[in-house]
C-alpha cells in the first residue's frame, strides 16, 4: 500500500509546517548547547566535530547527513551498529551517544526540507544496498527521512534496521500528523524521564496508526 502523499495534501502541508515550526525553535534553543557540544567534540577527538555521511534520503535521494562527531575520525564510516558499539571511544563520545545529542545539526535538515522531524532513519547507502531489500528501501524512502520514529523509541532500537522492518513500514502506511505527534512526544519522555521503550501495541488508536502483519526480516546479502 503505498504511503499518503503528504507533501501535496492539506494534511501533508500542515505537517511541513510543524516541521519547520518545531525544528526551528528547537535549533535557537539548542544553539548555544550545541556550540559546546562542538567544541567538546573539537578537543576530544582533535578533528573537525561536524561529521558528514551521505545517507539514502527521501525517493532515494542522496542526503549530506550531518551530527556532532562523537567517534574517532579513525572509525570505519560503513560500520553497522554492532560494529561500532565495539569501536574505542572517549568518555565525550559515549556522553554524545547515549543522549543522542550528536543528532542537533539534523534540525537543519529539517528547516531546508530534506528531512522531517518524525520518519524512518537514513540509512547509508552501502548498508542500505547489502541489509535491506530492493521493495523495503523504496516503501521506507516514499516519506522524509526523521530524526526520530517508531523505530527510533521501540524496544528493539538496539537491532539493526533491517532486522525489524515492521517499524519503518508500519509508520510510512500509517502516516499522519497525530502519530509524529504522539512519536515526537514519546521521544521527549524517552530523553528526559526512565519512560520504556514502545512496542507497536503501544501507539494508541486514535494516531490513526493502522498494525500490519509482521513482514520477514530483509536477508543479508
Known amino acids: 500500500m503505498p504511503a499518503r502523499p503528504r507533501t501535496t495534501s492539506g494534511a501533508g502541508i500542515l505537517q511541513r509546517v510543524v516541521d519547520v515550526l518545531g525544528a526551528a525553535l528547537l535549533f535557537v534553543v539548542a544553539l548555544p548547547l550545541l556550540l559546546v557540544l562542538l567544541a567538546g567534540s573539537a578537543l576530544s577527538f ?10 539514502v534520503g527521501w525517493h532515494g535521494r542522496p542526503l549530506c547527513f550531518s551530527k556532532v562527531r562523537s567517534l574517532p575520525p579513525t572509525t570505519p564510516v560503513d560500520a553497522d551498529k554492532y560494529a561500532l558499539a565495539a569501536v574505542e571511544n572517549a568518555p565525550f563520545g559515549r556522553f554524545l551517544r547515549s543522549s543522542h545529542l550528536d543528532e542537533l545539526p539534523q534540525l537543519l535538515h529539517v528547516i531546508t526540507g530534506k528531512m522531517s ?5 537514513p540509512e547509508m547507502e552501502g548498508l542500505a544496498t547489502r541489509l535491506f531489500t530492493p521493495e523495503f528501501q523504496r516503501e521506507r524512502t516514499r516519506v522524509r527521512p526523521g530524526c526520530t520514529g517508531i523505530w527510533q523509541i521501540s524496544v528493539d532500537a538496539g537491532r539493526l534496521i533491517a ?6 513500514l508500519a509508520y510510512v502506511r500509517s502516516a499522519t500528523l497525530r502519530l509524529d505527534l504522539w512519536v515526537l512526544w514519546r521521544t521527549v519522555l524517552q530523553l528526559l524521564t526512565p519512560a520504556a521503550p514502545v512496542t507497536l501495541d503501544d501507539i ?6 493502522r498494525r500490519q502483519a509482521r513482514p520477514e526480516p530483509a536477508p543479508a546479502r
Open 204 to 209: 494508541p488508536a486514535w494516531t490513526g496508526f
Open 117 to 121: 522531524l518524525v520518519g524512518p532513519r
Open 163 to 168: 532486522e525489524v522492518p515492521e517499524y519503518d
Open 46 to 55: 582533535r578533528a573537525w566535530p561536524i561529521f558528514t555521511q551521505v545517507r
